[in-house]
């Protein structure tokens, strides 16, 4: 006996404008990938629960391509077959643009249809768009409308799917947001006209049907996608010129903005610190105008002299409405560059370089020429002269060595004097490598690890370290800061207790008694210690898993609720593929710690147990401060704080936004440490630190993903000066 179920999943992403000229409105170009795979299960008396699968996936590449994938018929068990085909095409009509991806199954079943169990089918598909909003001015502010709409109730519950909007241009920060996961959503973003948005629907169906009765049915079934751009309503300045964060090459600017829609004049503030620019003090107040535009660096305008090369400089533009009422703006910033060469290609610092690699930097302030030293020792490079000048900013050296460290440096020349460069280092594949703390770096732990990866021939490892760095570079087994000798498998070094707000420089050298070439001397790398206390900064993570001597991955050391997911829904890092910590959306350094939370029913908790600091009252420190990043995503839920001491009640601070989940942007956090002392706590003496989401006693239910980073202990702010 036979007998065929057939499932069809589309997906269409229907793209309209509430605008006069919907066919203006969107430009959009696609890439769809479209995988089926079957799951047929069956009960047997005598074998038991049997499945078989059959994945694949399809692509189709071209905005104006139809593709047509097939799976061969293959036989599974007995003879019983499983036959896919998946489809992707695209149309473009007058007003709109319609993209499909569509899967669909078929089965034939060579064994009794009475003995089916059920049988489930697993389709995924994702449409993959780049939109431009083209019917407003570039930059202009946008809201990107989404709706997710299912005719069939049944499926809001069995349909799992992702919505995925990114977007990276001049107006916009590149990001991600996800947004909902089971049944019809809808949701906003921010958009500007003109950038390039990507986005991203995937779904995952899951159809059953019983051999007495059909959930689902047959046939058909559509997810409808709107995307709707609507134009904002501004009431901050927007759109600054030059670009936040740019890098500017002269000695005088003309700042510009976008004005708020209800604008009728503007405060300007500029000046060399965020926190003067921020407070409006210190002379950074540059008056109220009417005109969009602010010159500095010419005569008769601020700083007269020109612009100084290597400067960070911060702006702000408050808008002001016709009764007086103010919107305070964004902080904006640009930098001149060096008189210096910076920005090289390897970066300093960079390991696994390609011995055939070509060297190349961005050119200093008004550079005309340029002067390359290279080599292998600090000292020849440091101090080498009187070699001609380029025009080039790139440089080939003869092929290099593996295993070993290399040194560079630019001098600069614009006609008028010669700057010297700063020497920097790479190393190629098979040196001595992946230093933690990592060179350059900042508000290190005072009482932090050294830890490296071996190199490719070491025997052992020679450990120097200082706080000279020409002692270090320079140093041998004779000298102060040579600390001794580590076997192979013992890649770490405890330097104690260091002095805060301090450079400190360490060189690991790799010896091999059998190789001619031994031993290997590395390169010089420097961190510099915090002038606060560091309870976690999340830097010195990595991903190197246990047993591996050299293993410190975050989750060892915060505990959450893997081991206890019924109770918990924690789970600190990411899962593979690395890294285990967040590299992108980071406050400071180069890590941040990914919190994924689940409190439907449980809470979530993830506790450290500390080494150092324990003594909380320290330095004179006074505050706790944890930066925390959320998501709109998010489901909306607190966040708390709680220490211990070894015995006694823990105490719990929690933060005042009852949906801190959902703040997207970094935030800092403070704490008065009096607060948990009011609470019980001893604060010469914590011992753990727990980050929590919810409500422990009553959790309030959703799930979500967190980022925290520089957890730390500070003194009192000082006084500012009248």
């Given at each position: 006996?036979?007998?065929?179920?057939?499932?069809?999943?589309?997906?269409?992403?229907?793209?309209?404008?509430?605008?006069?000229?919907?066919?203006?409105?969107?430009?959009?170009?696609?890439?769809?990938?479209?995988?089926?795979?079957?799951?047929?299960?069956?009960?047997?008396?005598?074998?038991?629960?049997?499945?078989?699968?059959?994945?694949?996936?399809?692509?189709?590449?071209?905005?104006?391509?139809?593709?047509?994938?097939?799976?061969?018929?293959?036989?599974?068990?007995?003879?019983?077959?499983?036959?896919?085909?998946?489809?992707?095409?695209?149309?473009?009509?007058?007003?709109?643009?319609?993209?499909?991806?569509?899967?669909?199954?078929?089965?034939?079943?060579?064994?009794?249809?009475?003995?089916?169990?059920?049988?489930?089918?697993?389709?995924?598909?994702?449409?993959?768009?780049?939109?431009?909003?083209?019917?407003?001015?570039?930059?202009?502010?946008?809201?990107?409308?989404?709706?997710?709409?299912?005719?069939?109730?049944?499926?809001?519950?069995?349909?799992?799917?992702?919505?995925?909007?990114?977007?990276?241009?001049?107006?916009?920060?590149?990001?991600?947001?996800?947004?909902?996961?089971?049944?019809?959503?809808?949701?906003?973003?921010?958009?500007?006209?003109?950038?390039?948005?990507?986005?991203?629907?995937?779904?995952?169906?899951?159809?059953?049907?019983?051999?007495?009765?059909?959930?689902?049915?047959?046939?058909?079934?559509?997810?409808?996608?709107?995307?709707?751009?609507?134009?904002?309503?501004?009431?901050?300045?927007?759109?600054?010129?030059?670009?936040?964060?740019?890098?500017?090459?002269?000695?005088?600017?003309?700042?510009?903005?976008?004005?708020?829609?209800?604008?009728?004049?503007?405060?300007?503030?500029?000046?060399?610190?965020?926190?003067?620019?921020?407070?409006?003090?210190?002379?950074?107040?540059?008056?109220?105008?009417?005109?969009?535009?602010?010159?500095?660096?010419?005569?008769?305008?601020?700083?007269?002299?020109?612009?100084?090369?290597?400067?960070?400089?911060?702006?702000?533009?408050?808008?002001?409405?016709?009764?007086?009422?103010?919107?305070?703006g964004d902080i904006w910033s640009f930098r001149t560059p060096p008189r210096t060469a910076y920005d090289p290609d390897p970066a300093d610092g960079a390991e696994f370089v390609d011995p055939n690699a070509t060297l190349s930097w961005e050119p200093g302030f008004l550079t005309k020429s340029h002067t390359i030293y290279f080599g292998d020792n600090f000292n020849d490079v440091n101090n080498a002269s009187g070699v001609p000048s380029q025009e080039s900013t790139t440089y080939t050296p003869d092929p290099l060595e593996s295993e070993k460290f290399?040194?560079?440096?630019?001098?600069?020349?614009?006609?008028?004097?010669?700057?010297?460069?700063?020497?920097?280092?790479?190393?190629?594949?098979?040196?001595?490598?992946?230093?933690?703390?990592?060179?350059?770096?900042?508000?290190?732990?005072?009482?932090?690890?050294?830890?490296?990866?071996?190199?490719?021939?070491?025997?052992?490892?020679?450990?120097?370290?200082?706080?000279?760095?020409?002692?270090?570079?320079?140093?041998?087994?004779?000298?102060?800061?040579?600390?001794?000798?580590?076997?192979?498998?013992?890649?770490?070094?405890?330097?104690?207790?260091?002095?805060?707000?301090?450079?400190?420089?360490?060189?690991?050298?790799?010896?091999?008694?059998?190789?001619?070439?031994?031993?290997?001397?590395?390169?010089?790398?420097?961190?510099?210690?915090?002038?606060?206390?560091?309870?976690?900064d999340i830097e010195s993570y990595n991903d190197i898993d246990p047993p591996n001597p050299g293993s410190n991955t975050i989750f060892a050391y915060w505990i959450d609720g893997y081991s206890t997911p019924a109770i918990n829904g924690a789970l600190v890092g990411n899962d593979p593929p690395l890294p285990y910590t967040e590299r992108t959306i980071v406050h400071g350094g180069r890590q941040s710690m990914p919190y994924v939370y689940d409190i439907t029913g449980k809470y979530a908790e993830a506790a450290l147990t500390l080494e150092s600091p324990?003594?909380?009252?320290?330095?004179?420190?006074?505050?706790?401060?944890?930066?925390?990043?959320?998501?709109?995503?998010?489901?909306?839920?607190?966040?708390?704080?709680?220490?211990?001491?070894?015995?006694?009640?823990?105490?719990?601070?929690?933060?005042?936004?009852?949906?801190?989940?959902?703040?997207?942007?970094?935030?800092?956090?403070?704490?008065?440490?009096?607060?948990?002392?009011?609470?019980?706590?001893?604060?010469?003496?914590?011992?753990?630190?727990?980050?929590?989401?919810?409500?422990?006693?009553?959790?309030?239910?959703?799930?979500?993903?967190?980022?925290?980073?520089?957890?730390?202990?500070?003194?009192?702010?000082?006084?500012?000066?009248?």
């Amino acid at each position: 006996m036979q007998s065929s179920k057939a499932l069809i999943v589309a997906v269409s992403i229907m793209l309209m404008s509430v605008l006069h000229q919907p066919v203006r409105a969107f430009t959009f170009d696609y890439h769809t990938i479209a995988n089926a795979q079957a799951l047929v299960s069956w009960y047997d008396s005598y074998f038991g629960l049997v499945a078989a699968y059959d994945p694949d996936t399809k692509e189709a590449n071209n905005a104006r391509s139809y593709a047509t994938a097939y799976f061969d018929d293959e036989t599974i068990l007995w003879g019983d077959h499983v036959a896919i085909s998946a489809l992707a095409d695209a149309s473009v009509e007058p007003n709109e643009v319609v993209l499909s991806a569509e899967v669909t199954g078929s089965y034939e079943f060579a064994i009794a249809w009475p003995l089916m169990e059920y049988f489930q089918q697993d389709a995924n598909g994702t449409v993959e768009g780049l939109l431009r909003i083209d019917e407003f001015p570039a930059g202009t502010p946008c809201s990107l409308q989404i709706d997710i709409s299912f005719p069939n109730e049944t499926w809001n519950g069995l349909c799992l799917w992702q919505l995925y909007i990114e977007s990276s241009s001049d107006y916009f920060v590149a990001g991600r947001d996800e947004l909902g996961n089971y049944g019809a959503r809808s949701g906003t973003l921010d958009a500007y006209a003109g950038e390039e948005i990507y986005v991203f629907l995937g779904f995952a169906a899951y159809g059953r049907a019983d051999h007495d009765f059909e959930a689902l049915g047959d046939g058909n079934f559509t997810i409808n996608a709107t995307l709707t751009a609507t134009k904002k309503v501004m009431t901050k300045a927007y759109n600054p010129t030059p670009a936040d964060g740019n890098i500017y090459n002269d000695t005088a600017v003309s700042l510009g903005w976008w004005p708020g829609d209800t604008a009728v004049s503007h405060d300007v503030y500029f000046g060399t610190s965020f926190d003067d620019v921020n407070e409006g003090t210190n002379g950074t107040f540059q008056g109220n105008q009417a005109a969009t535009s602010f010159i500095v660096g010419s005569s008769e305008s601020p700083y007269p002299d020109g612009l100084v090369p290597g400067t960070t400089y911060y702006w702000r533009i408050d808008e002001v409405e016709a009764n007086g009422t103010k919107h305070e703006g964004d902080i904006w910033s640009f930098r001149t560059p060096p008189r210096t060469a910076y920005d090289p290609d390897p970066a300093d610092g960079a390991e696994f370089v390609d011995p055939n690699a070509t060297l190349s930097w961005e050119p200093g302030f008004l550079t005309k020429s340029h002067t390359i030293y290279f080599g292998d020792n600090f000292n020849d490079v440091n101090n080498a002269s009187g070699v001609p000048s380029q025009e080039s900013t790139t440089y080939t050296p003869d092929p290099l060595e593996s295993e070993k460290f290399y040194y560079w440096r630019v001098d600069e020349d614009d006609g008028v004097a010669t700057y010297k460069g700063e020497v920097w280092s790479f190393s190629t594949p098979g040196a001595v490598g992946s230093p933690n703390p990592y060179k350059g770096a900042e508000n290190v732990k005072q009482t932090t690890m050294l830890r490296w990866v071996a190199g490719d021939d070491a025997g052992s490892h020679q450990v120097y370290f200082g706080t000279d760095k020409v002692a270090v570079s320079n140093a041998t087994t004779a000298s102060p800061e040579y600390k001794g000798i580590k076997n192979l498998d013992d890649v770490q070094y405890d330097p104690g207790s260091l002095m805060g707000g301090t450079n400190y420089y360490w060189r690991i050298d790799e010896v091999n008694n059998l190789n001619p070439n031994s031993p290997w001397k590395g390169g010089v790398w420097a961190f510099t210690t915090a002038d606060y206390l560091v309870v976690d900064d999340i830097e010195s993570y990595n991903d190197i898993d246990p047993p591996n001597p050299g293993s410190n991955t975050i989750f060892a050391y915060w505990i959450d609720g893997y081991s206890t997911p019924a109770i918990n829904g924690a789970l600190v890092g990411n899962d593979p593929p690395l890294p285990y910590t967040e590299r992108t959306i980071v406050h400071g350094g180069r890590q941040s710690m990914p919190y994924v939370y689940d409190i439907t029913g449980k809470y979530a908790e993830a506790a450290l147990t500390l080494e150092s600091p324990r003594d909380w009252t320290a330095s004179d420190v006074n505050t706790l401060t944890i930066w925390f990043h959320g998501d709109f995503a998010n489901d909306a839920a607190p966040i708390y704080v709680a220490i211990a001491n070894m015995t006694g009640t823990p105490a719990v601070v929690t933060h005042d936004d009852s949906a801190a989940t959902q703040i997207n942007a970094w935030t800092q956090w403070d704490i008065p440490l009096q607060e948990f002392a009011d609470k019980g706590i001893d604060l010469t003496n914590v011992n753990t630190i727990t980050i929590g989401i919810g409500d422990k006693a009553n959790p309030p239910g959703g799930l979500g993903k967190m980022y925290f980073d520089d957890i730390g202990l500070h003194r009192p702010a000082e006084e500012p000066q009248p």
